[in-house]
């Protein structure tokens, strides 16, 4: 099911403290063996900034790594929030506690908040090429890394985009291979129909006669996969001048270069796989400033 975005900073998903806490097993097995060169009474005071523009996602992350690790006992100070934008050298943060403990939660704090820095900057920047007038929504998709889509979700939401599907669950969408299982477009929506009657049903169509497939069988939305910008200006006019009330999502080589273009056609929903999958973390730095 299509969801939409609040205009307010989205809902912590409820797996931070899990995904926290296997990011640090993973990374400190029995111990960190080169912290524990520092003294074990020595404090520090550190500093994250940015060394790129871009859109800050993941600050609870951050807290949750420093305070499992330290046991509570070091302190992050924000100066920014999810979903701000930050320039070149921006202060996002000042750290200050133990120092072995902060020098071990390093790593993983700062993996998961340019992860998530990263993907909500991508959505920012698709949003930004859409442009202040565009009528139809930027989504992401299940293209996510593993164990991470709950957090990636939430940073495309910070980057000013909407959620498609959580998973599998929540909304049906009807590929090519469901469509060549189920014995093709009409007897799938029906049986989808049938089966969970209170979801959306979306159908993947790959030309304009599947689409007027996907419009005699009911669908709520269709996807248009890989169309040209002139197709979908026909598809566009199709379902309006049949007053249809099916949604249309347009997914498939669509890049910041011609994102406004494909929203100029008309189509409800612009899905950029990209936006999770192709994650480039943005350049974050963490720097000791002072030990005591």
Known sequence: MIKTVSPQLPSLPPAIPAQVAGAIAEDLGPGDVT?????????????VISREPGVLCGTAWVDETFSAVS????????????????????????????ARALLTAERTALNFLQTLSGTATAARRYVDALGDDAT???????????????????????????NH??????????????????????????????ERSSLAVEVEV????????????????????NFTLEDMRTAVARV???????????SGDITLDNAAQVAATGVDF?????LTKHV???DLSLRILEVS
């Not at 990636?152 to 910070?158: H, I, N, P, S, W």
């Not at 612009?270 to 990209?274: D, H, N």
């Open 206 to 225: 790959e030309s304009l006669d599947e689409l007027s497939q996907a419009m005699a069988a009911g669908a709520d939305i269709a996807m248009l996969d």
């Open 165 to 194: 599907r959580i998973g599998l669950f929540d909304g049906v969408l009807i590929k090519e291979n469901h469509i060549a299982a189920g014995g093709g477009i009409a007897p799938t929506v029906a049986a989808a129909r049938a």
């Open 270 to 274: 612009i899905s950029i796989g990209a």
């Open 240 to 250: 309006r001048d049949a007053q249809h009330p099916m949604r249309l999502e347009a």
């Open 35 to 47: 912290a524990a060169l520092v003294p074990a009474d020595a404090t520090a005071r550190a500093r």
């Open 136 to 162: 139809c929504r930027l989504l992401d998709t299940r293209k996510t890394l593993p164990g991470l889509r709950l957090a990636q979700k939430y940073a495309v939401r910070c980057g000013g985009g909407a």
């Open 280 to 282: 480039r973390a943005l």
């Open 71 to 98: 046991g509570g006992q070091i302190h992050v100070h924000w100066h920014l929030g999810d979903g701000e934008r930050c320039d070149t050298d921006t202060p996002l943060c000042e750290i200050e506690g133990p």
